[in-house]
């Protein structure tokens, strides 16, 4: 477990994440349709680049937290394992006259997360065509490119999912055992479910269905300048998120949370103040290399949720600690 952590985050680690969704949205209207249905800047996307949103619900709720890649002809939604049908469903309910096709894309294609600060380098190597030294990988944040591989191509994708760099690698699911064959074969470490839980939650990486549900609002989950235009148009829910913007404040936020005791919280351990209050409850937490000792992702109400305030759980002590940027 530990030598998994350290190639996630202080080498280059590969990991299975073959049940992620990915939706691809295709057709002449296909920006302003997504545009319209959640919190980010679609429209103005260009090839090759990306962006986080939230897709809302009429009141504002959470219905997904999604990562957005703009092709030259599609538009991809990637998220977390289970969640196409209902996503599928949520875009055709408001699919009426526009010319956009929503491709299921979970069978087809399977994702790897190749992390750790050596891992942009392994993928230009492990990518390059013969005769090439390397291959070119994308570096700034959600930009990606597609790269041939075998008779096929590979969607490589720079994403901040653990720190200090990674990125999803989406290949035909035919051929993600050779993928993953390649990657090993250049120098990179397998790695399970639970270093890449820990290396995640340290990084204050949100999931859907465990930090985010349909009772949050966008901006409880803090990642307002990632996944929020406040000057795009219209959209569903664009109300509800412009009016908690003109007051400035919800009344609780994502935060992380670090524990003095061993023992790791499970989801939904109440968070108290000092004075018996329950301002909080943990959503996500793993036992932390980084720390040497447990953390978590939490919801703790304003007034209790800066970085250093004391808090206490039935684990004992416990201190809400600064996300990374």
């Known amino acids: 477990m530990a030598s998994e952590y350290a190639a996630l985050t202080g080498a280059v680690g590969v990991a299975d994440f073959t049940t992620r969704t990915q939706i691809e949205l295709s057709g002449a209207d296909r920006a302003s349709f997504l545009h319209n249905l959640c919190t980010n800047e679609i429209r103005r996307l260009p090839a090759g680049a990306g962006c986080e949103a939230f ?48 491709c299921p894309r979970s069978a087809d294609w399977a994702e790897l997360l190749v992390a750790g600060p050596r891992s942009g380098r392994l993928l230009s190597q492990a990518f390059a065509l013969p005769g090439q030294a390397t291959a070119t990988i994308p570096q700034a944040l959600l930009d990606h490119v597609s790269l041939p591989f075998n008779d096929a191509h590979a969607y490589v994708r720079r994403v901040d999912m653990t720190q200090p760099l990674a990125y999803l690698v989406a290949v035909p699911r035919p051929l993600v055992a050779d993928v993953w064959e390649r990657l090993l074969a250049a120098g990179a470490a397998p790695c399970g479910s639970t270093a890449v839980e820990m290396a995640r939650i340290e990084a204050g990486t949100p999931y859907y269905g465990f930090d985010i549900t349909d009772k949050n609002l966008p901006q409880e989950v803090a990642r307002d300048a990632r996944a929020i235009s406040f000057v795009k148009g219209c959209y569903i829910g664009q109300e509800t998120v412009a009016r908690i913007d003109a007051v400035g404040h919800v009344n609780r936020t994502l935060v992380g949370v670090r524990f003095t005791g061993r023992s790791v919280p499970p989801r939904g351990t109440e968070l108290t103040a000092a004075d018996g209050r329950t301002v909080g409850h943990v959503t996500s937490a793993a036992l932390s290399p980084r720390f040497d000792a447990p953390f978590g992702l939490a919801y703790v109400r304003r007034g209790a949720n800066a970085p250093g305030s004391k808090l206490e759980s039935p684990l004992g002590p416990a201190e809400v600690v600064s996300l990374p940027a």
Do not use: M, N
């Open 55 to 102: 897709l809302t619900d009429a009141h504002g709720h959470v219905l997904a937290f999604v990562y957005v890649f703009c092709t030259a002809d599609s538009l991809v939604l990637e998220t977390v394992a289970g969640e196409e049908q209902r996503l599928l469903a949520h875009l055709d309910r408001y699919l009426i006259r526009e010319k956009v096709e929503l």
